[in-house]
T-cell receptor, first 111, second 112 residues
């Protein structure tokens, strides 16, 4: 079993839809969770960074962590065509020095 | 330019040749990383460095060599390139533990 599992999609939604992206992980020691967004032919950029369980909101984006289920989610409200990208979940190792990534979910938002 | 840069952006080489990919960051971040990104595998860590002259292996280090004589530079060398090393390579830097990693724009390498 890989440490981080993420459905690669692709996921296609109409503009304005609510999008839910998810990852599961196996290592209960993970405490820091991130979501990166990667546009085509670009490097990943940090979207959300959360610690331990709970929710974090930033504009149209909400990151949710459920450590009891080893499950993290990213919700995008009122999705826009500019949200079309690959979304990568990532977890920091216990030393806080290395990221373990999911394979990424490709999202397409049509206008 | 400020930030993290990679060169070249595109490279085509032949099997058996030595190739060096360059990475430069202007923030004086302690940590630097090399990843490769392949369809079906996502981002995988090749090597990382906690400081100048300190490097350590990641998940897929075989066939790669790194060095870090200066804090701002972290070159990745493929000593004898193989077709399986065709990939997109990303360099990243991180100020210190538990901080955000910033990624460069990537180098697309093709080994014929």
């Amino acid at each position: 079993q890989k440490e981080v599992e993420q459905d690669p999609g692709p996921l296609s939604v109409p503009e304005g839809a609510i999008v839910s992206l998810n990852c599961t992980y196996s290592n209960s020691a993970f405490q820091y969770f991130m979501w990166y967004r990667q546009y085509s032919r670009k490097g990943p950029e940090l979207l959300m960074y959360t610690y331990s369980s709970g929710n974090k909101e930033d504009g149209r984006f909400t990151a949710q962590v459920d450590k009891s289920s080893k499950y993290i989610s990213l919700f995008i409200r009122d999705s826009q065509p500019s949200d079309s990208a690959t979304y990568l979940c990532a977890m920091l190792n216990q030393a806080g020095t290395a990221l373990i990534f999911g394979k990424g979910t490709t999202l397409s938002v049509s206008s | 330019d400020a930030g993290i840069t990679q060169s070249p952006r595109y490279k085509i080489t032949e099997t058996g040749r030595q190739v060096t990919l360059m990475c430069h960051q202007t923030w004086s971040h302690s940590y630097m990383f090399w990843y490769r990104q392949d369809l079906g595998h996502g981002l995988r860590l090749i090597y990382y460095s906690a400081a100048a002259d300190i490097t350590d292996k990641g998940e897929v280090p075989d066939g790669y060599v790194v060095s870090r004589s200066k804090t701002e530079n972290f070159p990745l060398t493929l000593e004898s390139a193989t077709r399986s090393q065709t990939s997109v390579y990303f360099c990243a830097s991180q100020r210190d533990s538990y901080n955000e990693q910033f990624f460069g724009p990537g180098t697309r390498l093709t080994v014929l």
